[in-house]
């Protein structure tokens, strides 16, 4: 166990800080709270490739992975969201996706020059991903998808969404599957889905109605023996997937929660009443002091998280991971807005959307409630879900 930083690592962070802070802060202050568009995230992603945020050189260091994410959610949450769950699509259809789709489109999505989604919500279908009502049908060498996504991230300005749908019902979640539908090529309706924060990271609903995509778009089934995975399995690499992104939102919780607590901390120290700096009086210090606790707890168990995952089956961490971070995110950011008085409430201080942005994170990839759940069935040895 190590709790410092190599000197690369130190290097590294202080590098992208200072590019982050120059470059992106900037286009985070206009750009951030509204709405993104397909344009507009594509060229911001080409300014990420350096930095291996986006792009195809793999970062083989699972600390300045964390490192990434956090600081990129520190300057510009919507933007970290949005790279981070394209480049996943284009990793999916990397190693899962038949040889002809993953030429066309894995390395496109990775290097943003695309943009990519993972839909698996449905009205209907939160919590319980196992219920999936989009069905897939199969007519000859091709498959037709219909159904309703809901609050899908990218989905509105996605040119590539991997779907999931139900192939048999009877089946239950034996019958699922992944699919890659290529909006060019099949378009589809979306909307986008206004909410309280990540205004800038779209939050979708797709309308597929009949879209008719090739048999070779599904994920799975595909490659040598060696390689190929078993479709009736697809489910399980789901859930996988999902375990995976949960310890990218608590670090984008870690993020913003860390600009908020910057915040403060300087209006502390400069703001006067009583005739000297509120930083002085113990109850400021207190909160300062408990927000600094707390983003350092959920960074040490979202950073635990990541290294874990790398070497072994490790869901009860990773819901540690996001269940702790994504409310210390609400808690740190509420107590920012305390500390900086009425200030913290307007708009134009920035620190009350640092709030609006953490309350987005309780919810996705397993709510909080979800995550305990989790926790509780392995510490008890009992499922409480159903
Ligand atoms: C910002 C954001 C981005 C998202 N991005 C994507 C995306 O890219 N792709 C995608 O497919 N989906 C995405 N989602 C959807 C997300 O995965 C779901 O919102 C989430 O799984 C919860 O589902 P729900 O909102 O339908 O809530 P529900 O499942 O309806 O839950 C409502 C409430 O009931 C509680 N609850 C439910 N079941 C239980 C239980 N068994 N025990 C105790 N409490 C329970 C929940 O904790 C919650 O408090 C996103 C959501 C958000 C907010």
Redesign the pocket.
Known sequence: MDFEYSEEQHIYRDSLRKFLDKEIMPLDNKWGDVEMTSERAKSLFQMLIPWGYVGEERVNDWVISCIMSEEMARVFPSLGGCAG?STSAGRMIETRAHADVKAHLARPLINGELIG?????EPNV???PSSIECRAIQKNDRYIISGT?C???NGHIADVVVVVAQTDPSKGPAGIRQFVIDRRETPFESRDIE?IG?RA?P?SELFLDDVEIPETHRLDGWGDSDRKQDPAKSFGRVLRSIAAARIGTALISVGIAQRAFEMALKYVGERKQFGKEIGRFQLVQEMIAEMATDIDAARLLSYRAMQLIQLRDCQTEVSMAKAFATEMGVRVCNKAIQCMGALGLATEARVERCMRDAR?LT????????QN?IIGRSLTGMS??R
């Open positions: 769950i989604a993972i839909a698996i919500s939160g919590s319980d996504k609050w899908i991230s909410t990540l990271f939050t987005m919810i996705p990839d397993g709510t909080t409630q979800i759940l409480a879900i």
